[in-house]
């Protein structure tokens, strides 16, 4: 069993919170996906160890560029909220993933430190720059839910601005949903720059 680190303690209890936040929103959808991802980590960190690593798969830079602009084109020709959006997020998501991990070195975890779950487990130096960033995209937009959130039940005739509300007005129009998408490639490219870097 690799065991809890404390960052992974820690990022399960986040998520923990969040989805139960989503319940108490009744947004059914966003707490099967948070408790979801909280209970696939924690079955991670449950599973045993294994004496050899699987080769990761491969990514080659060249390809990174047209398959975030396709996903792009994709995504400006499909309706805001569908599932088939969802999806095609979710599948960027896994590819960004993949793509990050494999253009870093991995670093050498001994057996012993994966079963006792120490801290000296760690993920390829440009993986984790990725994660720092991610970290702190995901902790200020949560907290600005949060608050607005609150706002909405201790003020409910005072408005509540959630980040989606905020970016309606920009994403109404065919020019706004492009350069939305075209900042989102940029940034999601440049932050899979760091981690291959």
């Known amino acids: 069993m690799r065991g809890f680190t404390r960052g992974a303690a820690a990022w399960i209890a986040i998520l923990i919170v969040i989805g139960v936040m ?15 991802g909280a209970a696939l980590l924690g079955a991670d960190r ?6 050899t690593r699987r080769a990761a798969l491969r990514v080659p830079t060249g390809a990174i560029a047209p398959v975030l602009i396709g996903a792009g084109v994709v995504a400006m020709l499909l309706s805001r909220h ?7 997020i979710c599948a960027i998501g896994a ?4 793509a990050a991990s494999s253009g870093a070195p991995a670093d050498a975890d001994t057996d012993a430190d994966a079963g006792a779950g120490g801290d000296a487990e760690r993920w390829p130096p440009g993986v984790r720059r990725l994660a720092w960033s991610w970290s702190l995209i995901v902790i200020v937009g949560c907290l600005w839910e949060l608050g607005e959130f609150i706002v909405g039940r201790v003020r409910p005739s005072e408005p509540a601005f959630a980040l989606s509300d905020l970016a309606d007005p920009a994403l109404a129009s065919p020019i706004g949903q492009a350069l939305f998408v075209a900042l989102w490639i940029l940034g999601g490219w440049y932050l899979v720059s760091r981690a291959r870097a």
Do not use: Y
């Open 22 to 36: 989503q319940i108490v929103r009744a947004q059914w959808f966003d707490a099967t996906v948070f408790l979801g």
């Open 46 to 51: 449950l599973r045993p160890v294994r004496g």
């Open 82 to 88: 569908s599932l088939p959006l969802q999806v095609l």
């Open 95 to 98: 590819f960004v993933i993949v």
